[in-house]
């Protein structure tokens, strides 16, 4: 296994089909054991600690690592008075606006963490604000696959722009589930003012549609409905080919009522890979994903007003457009990829466990499910 540790991976994976779950768990390197649903959720937190239970004592890890807000409760009710590191990977939404029972809980729980990993600098502000006393933190940005997001031949572009019917079309485009979080919404609300300047101007929604009726619907009140192509999910090649035909891409997350934020951007790093500028809000992680000004541009969260003006401002220059996204590109090669991140991990996790060679790692979750 890479870097002489062997993980042992404990998570939930209730987004994909039992079908996809078996065969990517099967492609792995390493044990995958799924977290099953419980439904009740005291009965649920009672199952999933005992499997943790169970793993540890059959593998004798030299560090646990908790990644996601169930997890890290998980991992600190565990390792309560035993004396096993454990590294706790905070991506920001666990410090929100929740109050009561729920912030206390988290606050505890990433307090009793040997070490924690926020995967920003916005992430370490937050929890911060929210009370943790951490005993260690270390930023270690996310990061994204090199070998998978590549900038592709300039045909590949024009074969897919007429597979969607859309030749000739200047692309924007957003990667993540439609949701409120994400901030789709002002991206079709800066349309209209898009449109009035640049009027071939269309907007590719790939991920899940979780609030896809919602999205269509106003972009029907504003006018836009035939510029908002909702692609769904979609295979990994084509999502690729499509960062390689967009000509922006945008990401406007935003903060929601129950704490929800954008912790860092990674979807903002795989578009840059395929030499793509972003256009992002800020107050949030993805601010730290993108260079404003010179891999992109980072505009303020809920201003469609503003959004509209940096996207025209790239669509209006493709010299400098083409600029920024080979800045973002040589950036995300040089800085941003999980290799890079990867190492930074080894350090921290070797540090902790105070293993100089083949440790193993049980990982309680890489996602809080």
């Excluded at 646990?64 to 009710?77: M, Q």
């Excluded at 790939?206 to 009726?213: Q, R």
């Excluded at 404003?292 to 541009?297: A, F, N, P």
Aim: net charge neutral.
């Amino acid at each position: 296994m890479g870097h002489g540790w062997k993980p042992v991976v404990l998570t939930s994976q209730d987004y994909a089909s039992d079908a996809d779950v078996e065969r990517f768990n099967a492609s792995q390197p390493f044990p995958v054991v799924r977290f099953r649903r419980i439904g009740a959720s005291p009965l649920e937190a009672l199952y999933r600690e005992t499997v943790l239970r169970r793993w540890i004592r059959r593998h004798h890890p030299a560090v646990l690592v908790a990644s996601g807000s169930r997890a890290v409760l998980l991992a600190a009710g565990r390792t309560a008075g035993r004396d096993l590191p454990w590294l706790a990977v905070a991506h920001g939404t666990e410090f929100g606006g929740r109050g009561g029972w729920e912030s206390r809980a988290f606050r505890w729980a990433f307090s009793q963490a040997t070490a924690i990993v926020c995967v920003s600098d916005f992430t370490r502000r937050r929890m911060i604000a929210a009370g943790v006393a951490a005993r260690r933190t270390v930023v270690v940005p996310n990061g994204a696959d090199p070998k998978r997001f590549v900038r592709l031949a300039g045909e590949d572009s024009s074969s897919l722009k007429k597979e969607l019917e859309l030749e000739g079309a200047r692309l924007l485009i957003t990667v993540g589930n439609v949701t409120e979080r994400k901030g789709q919404d002002v991206v079709v609300r800066a349309l209209p003012a898009v449109l009035a300047a640049e009027p071939r101007t269309h907007y590719v929604v790939v991920g899940l549609p979780t609030e896809g009726e919602r999205l269509e619907g106003l972009a029907r009140s504003l006018g836009v409905a035939d510029r908002v192509h909702l692609l769904g999910r979609v295979e990994p090649e084509r999502l690729v080919r499509l960062l390689n035909a967009a000509d922006v891409f945008v990401m406007t997350s935003r903060e929601t009522a129950e704490g929800h934020v954008e912790g860092f951007g990674i979807a903002a790093v795989e578009a840059a890979l395929c030499g793509l500028p972003s256009v992002v809000a800020g107050g949030s992680g993805l601010a730290e994903a993108v260079s404003d000004r010179e891999t992109g541009l980072v505009v303020p969260p809920e201003d469609e007003t503003a959004t509209a003006r940096a996207i025209l401002e790239l669509l209006g220059d493709d010299e400098r457009r083409r600029t920024m996204g080979e800045n973002a590109r040589r950036r995300a090669l040089a800085e941003q990829t999980w290799d890079q991140a990867i190492l930074r991990y080894d350090a921290t996790l070797r540090d902790l466990c105070g293993e100089a060679r083949d440790p193993e790692v049980a990982t309680a979750s890489r996602r809080s499910g």
